[in-house]
């Protein structure tokens, strides 16, 4: 069994910035690929971003890129998620998550870490 538990939500201004992390509790972090997905209240889950095992990073919404970045540092067992230039619309909870290699679905959640954005 692979624990996520993610760091870093809070309230920030408009524009301002915040970076979460997310450490796994496994050994092997570096064969796992992980994401970041965000649920914000009445509306669906929605993919923001993903990284392979070997490092390569997608986003899924235009309203993230270049602006939100994915990275991960396996020494740590940590992935991160920057993101700058924060909209009120970014408001959510903010989730992470994590799979063997690339299979699919993602298997592995963290509880999730709520991140406001007031304008």
């Known amino acids: 069994q692979v624990r996520m538990e993610e760091s870093g939500g809070g309230s920030v201004q408009a524009g301002g910035s915040l970076r979460l992390s997310c450490a796994a509790s496994?050994?092997?972090?570096?064969?796992?690929?992980a994401a970041w997905f965000r649920q914000a209240p009445g509306k669906e889950r929605e993919f923001v971003a993903g990284i392979s095992y070997i490092g390569g990073s997608t986003y899924g919404t235009d309203s993230v890129k270049g602006r939100f970045t994915i990275s991960r540092d396996n020494a740590k067992r940590t992935v991160y998620l920057q993101m700058s230039s924060l909209k009120p619309e970014d408001t959510a909870v903010y989730y992470c998550?994590?799979?063997?290699?690339?299979?699919?679905?993602?298997?592995?959640w963290g509880q999730g870490t709520q991140v406001t954005v007031s304008s």
């Open positions: 998550a994590a799979a063997y290699m690339n299979e699919r679905p993602y298997d592995y």
């Open positions: 496994v050994r092997t972090f570096s064969s796992y690929s």
